[in-house]
């Protein structure tokens, strides 16, 4: 059983930053790719980041890029997500998620994952 939990999440003031966290149970997380996914309401979740199981690969939408950064730290099984220069239109909820990196394509669906948190709220202010 995989679980993930996501941390991190707060109000911040538009150009502000923050940094979300999700810790994996168990001893393989190196095995499994990871991304971060975000819904806002009334929307459909939508890809943010996604990195492999090593780190030598990551992966953005067009909206993030340049603005977030996605690295993870194997030996203490979490990913994390540094937001920089925050808009309002990146409030949302932010889920974490993980797949076996066997599986793992870069992809920007949901279907590619297996394995989801229970999600963190970001809320920007104008």
């Known amino acids: 059983q995989v679980q993930l939990v996501e941390s991190g999440g707060g109000l911040v003031q538009a150009g502000g930053s923050l940094r979300l966290s999700c810790a994996r149970s168990g001893r393989t997380f190196s095995m499994y790719a990871m991304g971060w996914f975000r819904q806002a309401p009334g929307k459909e979740r939508e890809f943010v980041a996604a990195?492999?199981?090593?780190?030598?690969?990551?992966y953005y939408s067009d909206s993030v890029k340049g603005r977030f950064t996605i690295s993870r730290d194997n030996a203490k099984n979490t990913v994390s997500l540094q937001m920089n220069t925050l808009k309002p239109e990146d409030t949302a909820v932010y889920y974490c998620?993980?797949?076996?990196?066997?599986?793992?394509?870069?992809?920007?669906?949901?279907?590619?994952?297996?394995?989801w948190g229970q999600g963190t709220q970001v809320t920007v202010s104008s």
């Open positions: 990195i492999s199981w090593n780190a030598g690969n990551t």
């Open positions: 998620a993980a797949v076996r990196a066997s599986r793992f394509v870069p992809s920007h669906s949901t279907d590619s994952y297996d394995y």
